[in-house]
């Protein structure tokens, strides 16, 4: 079956350290999207890449960092700039391009990420 | 400019009654919106969407809702809730820039009650 898998679905951080939760899709989408979610709220746009080698930041990019190098993986970095980065963080991807404008995303099962 | 209220964080019913969660959009453009489900430590899985097509939506385990342009109203519905339904609920709604333009409401816990 297709889909998308999010690993570790537990992740926990030191102060001043660096992690990456990683994002694989078999899904062919071209779009990939990283939102954060916080208890009773709804979900933050992180980044979103549309094409392999391209990304954009999304509403609460700062303490974060992606990369596109392959259409299938999108990891997300949490930096130690990101000073409140306890969430539970979230994958999506889509399609793109004409006939595709209104298509939902589909949802990994997310990674919960806590501090040491 | 867009944006999506649910307008009860918490909604409890029976088990066998019916369900109504409430979402109210507001969009300059004409909407596509969705209802999505997401069970504890889960992602979010599609219940229904509304592409400008049939204003009344049928999406899995029995839920539905219809798109009132009058009311600006996207409203999750289900004629007997099982157990099996609790979980937060969230209306979306996607702009004029596709996919990357989500817009999500704060959501709605529902609990069931035996």
């Known amino acids: 079956d297709g889909g998308i898998t999010q690993s570790p679905k537990y992740l926990f951080r030191k102060e001043g350290q660096n992690v990456t939760l990683s994002c694989e899709q078999n899904?062919?989408?071209?779009?990939m999207y990283w939102y954060r979610q916080d208890p009773g709220q709804g979900l933050r746009l992180i980044y979103y890449?549309?094409?392999?080698?391209?990304?954009q930041k999304g509403d609460i990019a700062e303490g974060y960092s992606v990369s596109r190098e392959k259409k299938e993986s999108f990891p997300l970095t949490v930096t130690s700039a990101q000073k409140n980065p306890t969430a539970f963080y979230l994958c999506?991807?889509?399609?793109?391009?004409?006939?595709?404008?209104?298509?939902?995303?589909?949802f990994g099962d997310g990674t919960r990420l806590s501090i040491l | 400019a867009q944006s999506v209220t649910q307008l009860d964080s918490h909604v409890s019913v029976s088990e066998g009654t019916p369900v109504l969660l409430r979402c109210n959009y507001s969009?300059?453009?004409?909407?596509?919106l969705f209802w999505y489900v997401q069970h504890p430590n889960k992602g979010l899985q599609l219940l229904l969407k509304?592409?400008?097509?049939?204003?009344l939506v049928k999406g899995i385990n029995g839920f539905e809702a219809e798109f009132k342009k009058s009311e600006t109203s996207f409203h999750l519905t289900k004629p007997s809730a099982h157990m099996s339904d609790a979980a937060e609920y969230f209306c979306?709604?996607?702009?004029?820039?596709?996919?990357?333009?989500?817009?999500f409401g704060s959501g709605t816990q529902l609990t069931v009650l035996p």
């Open positions: 999506a991807s889509s399609r793109v391009g004409r006939g595709y404008s209104n298509q939902p995303q589909h």
């Open positions: 899904l062919n989408h071209d779009a």
């Open positions: 890449s549309q094409i392999v080698n391209d990304f």
């Open positions: 969009s300059s453009y004409s909407p596509s």
């Open positions: 509304y592409t400008s097509a049939a204003t």
């Open positions: 979306v709604v996607i702009g004029w820039l596709g996919a990357r333009q989500l817009t």
